[in-house]
């Protein structure tokens, strides 16, 4: 069964410095991952999604994703985190066969930016 | 703005009630998901429609009842609930219908804001 660690629960960084939020997935084969954020009291939006293809994967907002075959990772990065970064990041994983019905959603990351 | 409308947003109901939660989405997507996100924990997966038929019904308790009356609109009917129910409940979409195609999309799940949900 596929799964997904996303090993630090909160994370805290200054406006402007960098940013990485791990995500590691567990599955038999190369799935399709995404990464979603969620602002409180609100649905998620798809930051970014890896299919195939180029292993460095460009989203939204500035945020890039690098897929890393051998260490089942799928990091999410961006360069000069702005406060309306803050939020709940989700890494997620679904099968690359039959669609999307199950997407496993990892435990989230909560950002916090301070000034 | 979301292209998936869920109403109502927020919600409160006694353990005795009957209500419904509404979902729905003019992107033409054929599958639709129902999901259930417990406070500092990630959406778990309740139901999937395809074509407009249940396709994955992922062990819900039946005081859960899912409607999908045409490929736009995805309910949640809820009848004698916990209070461990309370919860934000998530619609989302897909284009990409269920055990259709080779599984190679270009399209993830569209999410709604959700309906806050509180069992008395």
């Known amino acids: 069964a596929q799964s997904v660690t996303q090993p630090d629960i909160h994370i805290t960084v200054s406006e402007g410095a960098s940013l990485e939020l791990r995500c590691n997935y567990s599955?038999?084969?190369?799935?399709?991952l995404f990464w979603y954020v969620q602002s409180p009291g609100q649905g998620l939006q798809l930051l970014l999604k890896?299919?195939?293809?180029?292993?460095l994967v460009q989203g939204i907002k500035g945020f890039e994703a690098e897929f890393k075959r051998s260490q089942s990772s799928f990091n999410l990065r961006k360069p000069s985190v702005h406060w309306s970064d803050a939020a709940e990041y989700f890494c997620?994983?679904?099968?690359?066969?039959?669609?999307?019905?199950?997407?496993?959603f990892g435990i989230g990351t909560k950002l916090q930016v301070i000034p | 703005d979301t292209e998936v409308t869920q109403t109502p947003k927020h919600l409160v109901m006694g353990m005795t009630n009957k209500k419904s939660l509404k979902c729905e989405q003019h992107?033409?997507?054929?599958?639709m998901y129902w999901y259930k996100q417990k406070a500092k924990k990630p959406p778990e997966l309740m139901f999937v429609?395809?074509?407009?038929?249940?396709?994955i019904n992922e062990s819900v308790p039946s005081r859960f009842s899912p409607e999908c009356p045409n490929s736009s609109l995805l309910n949640l009917h809820l009848h004698a609930l916990q209070p461990e129910d309370s919860a934000l409940y998530l619609c989302?979409?897909?284009?990409?219908?269920?055990?259709?195609?080779?599984?190679?999309?270009?399209?993830?799940?569209?999410f709604g804001n959700g309906t806050r949900l509180t069992v008395t």
């Open positions: 989302a979409s897909s284009p990409i219908p269920l055990l259709q195609g080779t599984g190679v999309g270009n399209s993830p799940l569209h």
């Open positions: 599955y038999g084969a190369t799935p399709y």
């Open positions: 890896y299919f195939s293809g180029d292993t």
């Open positions: 997620a994983v679904a099968p690359n066969s039959g669609g999307y019905q199950k997407v496993t």
């Open positions: 992107m033409g997507h054929r599958a």
């Open positions: 429609y395809s074509y407009e038929k249940l396709s």
